[in-house]
């Protein structure tokens, strides 16, 4: 297969699967957790082993917009950015998801100003949940090199043209070094075709792009955006498959269940903080606690019917994640509980806040949630919502 | 190194007509400078043009009034979607082409400004055209960055206490000159010819061209809607507004008028400056006096 | 095309039919812009010395050069009356649009 083994971190195999992926533009500003993708994109250019065009533009809004020009005249583009990043662009990120172009983005979640904070957690990204990109959230390095070929399989599908923002926990997984396998350039290149649409501008065809609507067709053009991204989740496991053919890596689709099966109590995750939640489910396991752990990869488009069908057995299930919608609850929460009404089992669900502003998770943390689930599954009265670790007294209020 | 740059007139420019059936005010400034644009620039050219009066007139589906491939940037984004453009067009090898953005001045001199600033910092091979009405026209006459000193407008009401705006417009020409732009222009649709030069000559430029071209609002300033094109000729005899151009890092002035004509004729055939009194007029006056000293002294004069 | 043309439009039935994304074939106009004229301009053309002044002047391009002196497309010609004022040989004159609106 020509595979080769490297020791990267997760923003060098974030840049390896980008440049595996051949796009022709590269616009791109920095910004902590995120610096280390363009660099390594930079040097590439530099050494002649990746012909893109760099454009070192001036703020992440001009980022955004460039890799909308370039896409628009049918080239691949890509773009990375985080937190204060993903918000200055946060107006062209509506406009890339409404115009229909294919550019993935790799997205460093990083918590989100005020107050100022470079660690990671995963607010930025799921405050922007209603903007039309597919959101991925990726656990490891392996997956980040992964997810970028994917990715560009998935938004250029004709059935699709979405863009797609790659996640990668900030600092935790954008700064840690594991071992990856790198595809060969031919393998990649077998798998992802040269990026074809005629949604572009043309001289054969001139078309008008990005225009204005009148409220006789706007509702049409958001029905066919949503339609679009609702499609994506079938053409997201059909690329997985495939790539999983292809390279021997899979991922399971918009979900990767673990050891939920016969799994009574069930902590849902986002991101890399997934592994260590395995890690602890098994140490239960062998206490004879039947636990899963249940990995959303894809936010949007929503895995609502795997949650469901994967859920359907436990008694209680927690939404571990690092974000708070302010005076209410955590995001993925709000989605996860959406999906657990409609099945029309009552499963009782609580919300772990944690993380945020780099907070660590620890094991001990898990354990606690997952004693927290079981002690709501043997009818003791919790609250739905816990944030975790919380280092001072709060005279029990809220939280 | 000076090409023989081919003169386009009347007589030979193309037929063709590449914004046709907008929805812009009869009488409009800021769609005879993108009309004139696009027919020099040619088919084989990428319009961008930003939130503003000519994409809200010419693109509201299903009324497209543009025939070639012409797109909408967002407000802020003209200039990064042009870099992004040139640069997703040259690497598909796509060659012979123009990438041109037509901004107004609100969209260039205030909320555009930063992207201008880094296409032109990369030197990226696009054009940039500022049609300049001095006024957020298309959300309703609100004062811009390049509004000038006594205009009034929705946010700069014109009263007992204050006259209007009381800043002086922001000198988009010497701030992209400043950059070491390829090539800068100040235009006028008052002075077509010279306009349509000026843009010939973008074309052959390598790197980034800036062209700064007044076009009246007769909405905006409240004028009849059939002197628009003369009210643009004679802001340049007043000298209130100066036809020059950077090139080879120095400023060239195109036209030296011997004489200027009445400021205080002009201002008051608008219906935005209307309010103004005598000293409101001397300042003004007195203000252009002191520039063109200035460019008298240190410009090359045509 | 030479310039952007008048075509039939129906408003698509099935969601299908939607261009896909805010991208459609350029200059494609559904309606005329006459209806503004409240006077319209009139070629006198034993005057016009085709010089062409008011083609470059007018903001829509409805004026054309036809037969080595100028018309005028009356289907999107706004009655501004830059026209009458830019041509130096006083060949176009502004006269009031008809009760009806015909032209």
Redo the contacts between chains.
């Keep these: 297969m020509g595979n080769t083994k490297m020791f990267v971190s997760g923003n060098e195999a974030a840049a390896i699967g980008v440049k595996l992926a051949r796009p022709h533009v590269i616009s791109a500003y920095p910004i902590t957790p995120q610096t280390v993708v363009v660099e390594r994109l930079a040097e590439m250019v530099e050494k002649g082993e990746l012909t893109s065009e760099f454009l070192h533009v001036e703020s992440e809004h001009s980022a955004l917009s460039a890799a909308m020009g370039a896409s628009a005249v049918g080239a691949r583009a890509f773009t990375a950015t985080s937190s204060q990043g993903l918000l200055y662009m946060a107006e062209c990120l509506h406009y890339a998801s409404g115009g229909r172009f294919p550019i993935v983005m790799m997205n460093a979640n990083r918590s989100l100003a005020l107050p100022w904070s470079i660690y990671g957690d995963q607010r930025d990204s799921l405050s922007l949940l209603d903007c039309g990109w597919l959101q991925v959230y990726v656990e490891d390095a392996q997956e980040s090199l992964d997810m970028m070929i994917q990715a560009y399989a998935i938004a250029e599908n004709k059935e699709v043209l979405t863009p797609v923002m790659v996640n990668l926990d900030g600092f935790v997984l954008t700064h840690t070094y594991e071992l990856v396998e790198v595809p060969s350039q031919e393998a990649v290149d077998a798998f992802l075709p040269p990026f074809e649409t005629e949604n572009k501008l043309d001289f054969e065809n001139p078309k008008n792009m990005c225009f204005s609507s009148s409220p006789g067709d706007n509702m049409e053009f958001k029905y066919q955006q949503h339609r679009a991204a609702a499609k994506a989740a079938e053409v997201i496991k059909e690329v997985d498959e495939m790539y999983h053919k292809k390279f021997g890596r899979g991922y399971g689709g918009l979900v990767d269940g673990y050891r939920c099966e016969d799994a009574e109590i069930i902590l849902v995750t986002l991101g890399s903080i997934t592994g260590t939640c395995r890690v602890v489910a098994d140490e239960l396991r062998r206490e004879g606690k039947k636990v899963g752990v249940l990995k959303i990869r894809f936010m949007r488009p929503f895995p609502e019917k795997e949650i469901i069908d994967i859920t359907r057995g436990a008694k209680v299930v927690g939404v571990l994640e690092k974000d708070i919608s302010f005076g209410y609850e955590g995001t993925v929460y709000t989605n996860v509980n959406s999906a657990l009404l409609k099945s029309g089992k009552p499963i009782q669900s609580y919300n772990f806040i944690a993380g945020l502003g780099g907070r660590d998770i620890s094991k001990n943390d898990i354990k606690f949630m997952y004693t927290y689930l079981e002690e709501a599954a043997n009818g003791v009265k919790k609250e739905y919502i816990k944030w975790i670790n919380l280092g001072v007294d709060t005279d029990g209020e809220g939280n | 190194m000076e090409k023989e740059i081919k003169r386009i007139n009347a007589h030979n420019i193309t037929d063709k007509e590449f914004f046709y059936g907008h929805k812009g005010c009869a009488g409009c400034g800021g769609s005879l400078a993108v009309r004139l644009a696009l027919k020099v620039l040619g088919e084989r050219t990428y319009t961008v043009i930003p939130a503003g009066c000519m994409s809200a007139v010419g693109f509201v589906y299903p009324q497209l009034c543009f025939s070639t491939n012409a797109m909408i940037s967002t407000f802020a984004g003209t200039a990064s979607m042009l870099s992004g453009i040139a640069a997703g067009a040259k690497a598909l090898g796509i060659k012979d082409f123009h990438a041109v953005g037509i901004a107004g001045d609100g969209g260039t001199a205030d909320i555009g400004i930063q992207a201008l600033s880094g296409a032109i910092d990369r030197n990226d091979q696009i054009i940039y055209i500022c049609y300049d009405n001095e006024a957020y026209m298309n959300t309703g006459i609100q004062k811009s960055g390049l509004t000038p000193f006594g205009a009034r407008t929705t946010t700069t009401p014109a009263g007992e206490n204050i006259h209007g705006s009381i800043t002086q417009k922001k000198n988009m020409f010497e701030i992209v000159a400043a950059h070491g732009i390829s090539y800068a222009a100040t235009a006028s649709i008052g002075y077509v010819q010279d306009f349509m030069n000026k843009l010939a000559k973008a074309k052959e430029v390598k790197g980034t061209s800036y062209i700064h071209v007044y076009a009246p609002c007769p909405t905006g300033w409240g004028t009849p809607e059939d002197i628009t094109v003369e009210l643009a000729k004679e802001v340049v005899d007043t000298g209130l507004w100066y036809l020059a151009e950077y090139e080879y890092g120095r400023f060239k002035l195109n036209k030296n008028p011997k004489e200027f004509s009445s400021v205080e004729n002009f201002l008051r055939k608008q219906g935005r400056f209307r309010h103004l009194d005598e000293k409101d007029i001397a300042y003004i006056i007195e203000s252009r006096d002191k520039k063109w000293e200035y460019i008298r002294e240190n410009w090359e004069v045509a | ?4 043309q ?1 075509m039939h ?1 129906e ?2 039935k099935h ?1 299908k039919d ?1 261009p ?14 006459a209806g ?1 004229r409240t006077r319209k301009p009139i070629v006198h053309k034993e005057k016009c010395t085709g ?3 008011c ?8 004026i ?2 036809e037969n080595k002196k100028v018309g005028i497309d009356y289907d ?1 010609c ?5 026209c ?3 041509c130096i040989h006083k060949a176009i004159e ?1 006269i009031k649009e008809g009760e009806n609106g015909e032209y």
């Design positions: 095309m030479n310039k952007p008048l439009y408003k698509p969601i939607y896909c994304g805010p991208a459609a074939p350029a200059g494609t106009l559904v309606v005329k812009n503004w010089c062409c002044l083609y470059l002047y007018c903001p829509e391009g409805t054309f050069k999107f706004k009655g501004c009356g830059i009458a004022r830019a502004m």
